[in-house]
């Protein structure tokens, strides 16, 4: 986030995450809250989509840290906020099967996600539950428009169990091959239990890998070993 407000509440209360709103999940709201270093584009950006993306921070009960966006890359404002603010949740998985809005399915990020929905009974991606984030997936949630002919497709891939990279490497093949197709990249997370691990970096066989969670990124060796912290 470019800017973040500041926690409605004491530090020493951020110590959980409401676990029926997951990072990326997009909730509908009925209200959001105003806090003093708001950017001046909120307030429009909210009228015109009151939509906001679960982030990954701790918090107070009673709270939820989203992300709000903005017409440009440049435009995203960390927040909070209460239970009662929200209407709905919408996840990426939930969207997964989704179509854009007439005229808008030959944008690259649009053409590559249909490759996906042609390939999901057989391709590598079928034996996972994934969905789109990023701009794709506020698209297709909010019926606005935002993907642009530049927007990058932005994965989430559930990986509650230990992906091999023989694996790993053969999904970032298949999605680089997709990529490649439409001109643009394909950012694919996996969404770990030590947290969200870029793709790339565990088909990389790296040492250890960056997983960010709730409670701050951490260089892990492995997301699916039982503490997450390395000596």
């Given amino acids: 986030m470019q800017v973040c407000a500041t926690p409605p509440f004491a530090a020493a209360h951020a110590l959980s995450c409401d676990a029926r709103w997951r990072p ?3 909730l509908r709201l009925n209200r959001l809250p105003r806090f003093d270093n708001e950017p001046a584009w909120v307030r429009e950006s909210f009228e015109r989509a009151p ?17 709000v966006r903005g017409m440009e890359r440049s435009q995203r404002y960390g927040t909070w906020v209460h239970l009662d603010d929200i209407e709905t949740a919408i996840s ?22 249909a490759v996906l929905q042609r390939d999901a009974a057989g391709g590598a991606l079928s034996e996972f539950v994934w969905g789109p984030t ?16 530049s927007s990058d497709l932005d994965l989430l891939i559930r990986a509650p169990d230990k992906l091999s990279h023989d694996m790993a490497i053969q999904l970032l093949h298949q999605l680089q091959a997709i990529a ?42 492995d997301p699916w070993a039982p503490a997450h912290v390395d000596a």
């Fill in 92 to 113: 990426p998985e939930a969207l997964a099967g989704r179509s854009p809005l007439a005229g808008r399915n030959a944008l690259p990020a649009f053409a590559a996600l």
């Fill in 134 to 149: 990023g701009s794709t997936g506020f698209e297709l949630a909010t019926q606005i428009p935002t993907v642009t002919l």
């Fill in 51 to 67: 939509y906001a993306v679960v982030r990954r921070a701790l918090a107070a009960d009673g709270f939820v840290a989203i992300g």
């Fill in 24 to 26: 990326h999940d997009l």
């Fill in 180 to 221: 490649q197709c439409a001109g643009i990249r394909v950012d694919a997370q996996l969404e770990t239990p030590a947290g969200g691990v870029a793709l790339t970096e565990w088909a990389a066989g790296k040492a250890r890998v960056m997983a960010r969670h709730a409670r701050g990124p951490q260089l892990v060796r």
